[in-house]
């Protein structure tokens, strides 16, 4: 028995679903809590793949498709998965329901695609896990009225939505703890994927896994974990790929992810983790004018489309007699928006001035973060030189308080997150199992 029964939000990911042999595992893990006493709501995934192959119908139906059936279509893998969870509990004795997002319900803007979670109705959630019944959510679904007078329309939160579902219902029904469940068993100073030396860490503070998250360490939602920190949810990342004799989630087996005053001095590093992101294009326009107002011609035609530049560097202008100067300017935008970039700044070339539009596909962004890059210095040049010592060329830098990141050859990305692993001391002494 858990020494104080909880209300706790566990969350089971797309491998943890993956078939009903894995449901039913699930239901187990489900089935240990509530013996323990516990409350409990849980959220889920729909089955690995599942979303891509739905995602994949949609684009096949159309290439102009209509957002709102997107939604409609891209939801249904949470339905299933949802329903038969429920079922699998019921089937070990466990008293269950399923709540489509419709139906608790989770209120979303009407940004289809990428709604945010505005409010969830915890009065059904309540009743029911007074009775002593759990409640199977699915994730990354909610329902929107939006501004053209539609009403309740079925939304998603945007690809790996469902940790940010499972912060939300847990922040909405105050819930202890919200555990998320996935085929690893905690936050890693990289993916140990990648690099089969990389270390569990027991803690890891909201900032540094925001800035993780962001700069591609998918192993959280980014907007989880944003949620996360600004409503206080005590979130923790474990495996379920255990079997019955796995230390039950309140020893806290996995990675805690909290506040900066949690981590006392001996467990704060220097630099936390190391994060790879291939999902970037990166565009150089060449010849651009050197004069006033040039760089905002560039960038408001990609505002207006809607599109996040990320990285920017202006190259150092070429002067010419009697002439303005004129510069070359790269920046990255998300890969996905790589058309409609070129499309946005094709149209705005002539208020623009450039020459030559060159793009590559064939990018990666690696970033270090850490909260010890506050209070010291050195942490960029060590990036710079770990690589250049490996003849992997830079091709452009950003950084922010908490964080420095290159754009290399997609070729290189191992290599990169493995030697700097190395250079920053995070090599744990075996390599993970
Ligand atoms: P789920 O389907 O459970 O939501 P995801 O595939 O979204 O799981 O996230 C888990 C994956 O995140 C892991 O399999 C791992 O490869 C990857 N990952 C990336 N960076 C890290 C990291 N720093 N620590 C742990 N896992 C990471
Ligand atoms: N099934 C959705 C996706 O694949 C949401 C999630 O798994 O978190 O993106
Ligand atoms: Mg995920």
């Known amino acids: 028995m858990a020494a104080t029964p909880a209300r706790i939000v566990m969350k089971f990911g797309g491998t943890s679903m993956a078939g009903i042999e894995r449901i039913r595992n699930v239901a187990n893990r489900v089935k240990r809590e509530v013996d323990a006493g516990n409350q409990v709501a849980v959220v889920v995934s729909a089955m690995a793949g599942e979303t891509d192959r739905l995602v994949n119908f949609c684009r096949e139906a159309s290439s102009l498709y209509d957002p ?28 269950a329901r399923s709540w489509l997002g419709w139906q608790l319900p989770i209120h979303t803007s009407d940004a289809h695609a990428s709604a945010r979670i505005e409010e969830i109705d915890t009065a059904a959630l309540d009743r029911a896990l007074s009775s002593g019944q759990v409640a199977v959510i699915p994730g990354f679904q909610g329902v929107a009225d939006s501004a053209d007078g539609e009403q309740g329309r079925v939304t998603t939160l945007g690809r790996g939505g469902s940790d940010t579902s499972a912060v939300a219902v847990a922040a909405a029904m105050k819930a202890d703890r919200c555990d998320i469940y996935t085929d690893v068993d905690g936050v890693y100073t990289t993916d140990p994927r990648i690099v089969p030396r990389a270390r569990k860490l ?44 796995a230390p039950m989630a309140d020893t806290l087996p996995g990675t805690m992810i909290v506040g900066e005053e949690e981590i006392d001095d001996m467990e704060r590093q220097l630099i936390t983790g190391i994060a790879h992101d291939k999902n970037e ?70 208020s623009i001035g450039f020459e030559e539009l060159v793009h590559d596909t064939r990018v990666a962004k690696i970033s270090v973060v850490g909260v010890g890059m506050k209070s010291h210095a050195g942490v960029a040049s060590k990036m710079f030189t770990t690589l250049g010592e490996r003849g992997i060329n830079i091709q452009a830098i950003s950084t922010s308080e908490i964080k420095v990141s290159v754009l290399i050859h997609e070729d290189e990305t191992e290599l990169a997150v493995r030697v700097l692993h190395t250079a920053y001391g995070l090599d744990a002494e075996e390599a993970a199992a």
């Open 68 to 95: 709102k059936e997107y939604d409609v279509v891209v939801s249904a893998g949470e339905q299933v998965t949802s329903g038969l969870l429920a079922i699998a509990l019921q089937a070990i004795g466990v008293p």
């Open 281 to 350: 294009a990166k565009i150089t326009l060449t010849n651009v004018s050197d004069t006033p107002g040039s760089v905002a011609a560039i960038f408001a035609p990609l505002a207006k489309a809607n599109i996040n530049v990320d990285m920017i560097i202006q190259n150092i202008a070429h002067q010419s007699a009697g002439r303005a100067g004129s510069t070359d300017v790269t920046f990255t935008v998300p890969a996905v928006d790589l058309a409609r970039s070129i499309q946005a700044l094709n149209e705005a070339k002539e």
């Open 202 to 245: 027991k803690k890891v503070t909201y900032e540094e896994m925001l800035e993780l998250a962001s700069v591609g360490a998918k192993v959280l939602q980014t907007r989880s974990v944003g949620l996360a920190m600004k409503e206080n949810v005590r979130v923790q990342v474990l495996s379920s790929f255990t079997g019955d004799d």
